[in-house]
């Protein structure tokens, strides 16, 4: 991840000089307005291919939906400090620098570089485009803007780094089917703690064969990347409007939160994450419905499972056998 982090920026700003230096220019607000009151309908259509570009930002709330705040701030720190025998003290300066100053200075720099070196090289390979060939530019969009020299390369960190960012999908699986299994919603899979100090790091050999068929069969049933992405783009963006909503639901019943805050919080977020779903969701038909199938058979899973454990601990409770009961029992000549 360090090492896709430090050359994807490189390559962007390798475009940026070579195609279009005053690609910086869209950052401006004035150009995103003017883009929507140009386009109107279309233009709203299109935020839907641009979702992936704020896909990660569910990671933090998939790990704060198992492990607190200060757990995921105090775990690197607390490794930090036991490996260099800091004193306690430089807990506050290594927190500051550890999340405050780290994504500042290389994550968003990173992907602000990234993505203006693309658009940079797409706003260039346009020129040179027919309108009947324009939709092929887009495809592969990543790999056409690195230079031939450095293509493969960039690939082969591309796929480890793709590999690494999938341990968040598995790591979530794994939680998310422990906590299942805990609360009885779910049938018996085997789950092993991997750590003697972290509660939430699990395997499941049962789960994680099931994920490996399910990514077989979706690259080998949708083939390209666009309805992948359109798929992930709607769950991830789904995963974003429900969190702020019930985040809401919090503030009013559990922080009682009053109510000007609430709404401060709650207009400007369902109007962003509102917009993105209602464009996102023109691409159901092209991907989009693959995570609610998977959701549906989940859940049947699951209500089955629920009711028939429901059934059965009923039974056993209808039929319970008192121990004054067995002891009539034991005390038969047949049953001695």
Request: positive net charge; contains cysteine; glycine residues 6%.
């Amino acid at each position: 991840m360090a090492a896709w982090t430090f050359t994807a920026p490189m390559v962007g700003i390798y475009s940026i000089f070579r195609y279009y230096p005053g690609i910086f220019k869209a950052i401006s607000p004035h150009y995103i307005v003017h883009f929507f009151l140009k386009n109107k309908k279309e233009g709203w259509q299109m935020l839907g291919a641009t979702v992936l570009a704020i896909t990660g930002a569910e990671a933090m709330f998939a790990d704060l939906g198992h492990f607190s705040k200060k757990a995921i701030q105090v775990i690197i720190i607390k490794k930090i400090i036991l490996a260099n025998h800091f004193p306690i003290p430089c807990i506050v300066v290594l927190h500051f620098i550890c999340f405050q100053i780290v994504f500042l200075s290389s994550v968003y720099p990173s992907l602000i570089l990234t993505y203006a070196g693309q658009t940079a090289c797409l706003i260039n390979h346009l020129k040179d485009t027919d309108q009947e060939n324009i939709g092929k530019v887009f495809d592969d969009a990543f790999y056409k803007f690195i230079p031939r020299p450095v293509y493969w390369p960039m690939f082969v960190i591309a796929t480890l780094a793709a590999i690494v960012a999938s341990q968040s999908l598995i790591s979530a699986t794994f939680s998310v089917i422990k906590q299942s299994v805990v609360l009885d919603y779910f049938p018996r899979v085997k789950v092993v703690h991997t750590s003697d100090e972290n509660e939430g790091e699990v395997y499941s050999p049962e789960t994680n064969y099931i994920l490996m068929v399910l990514c077989v069969g979706v690259i080998l049933g949708f083939g390209g990347g666009q309805a992948i992405g359109n798929a992930f783009g709607l769950v991830v963006i789904m995963v974003m409007l429900i969190t702020s909503i019930m985040l809401t639901l919090v503030m009013i019943i559990i922080w009682r939160t009053p109510p000007v805050l609430v709404a401060a919080y709650f207009v400007p977020f369902v109007i962003m994450e509102g917009s993105y779903v209602s464009a996102v969701f023109t691409k159901f038909t092209e991907g989009g419905w693959l995570p609610f199938a998977i959701s549906m058979i989940l859940a049947l899973i699951m209500f089955v499972w629920y009711y028939g454990r429901q059934k059965k601990t009923e039974y056993e409770r209808a039929n319970k056998i008192t121990a004054e009961r067995l002891g009539e029992l034991l005390a038969k000549p047949e049953v001695q």
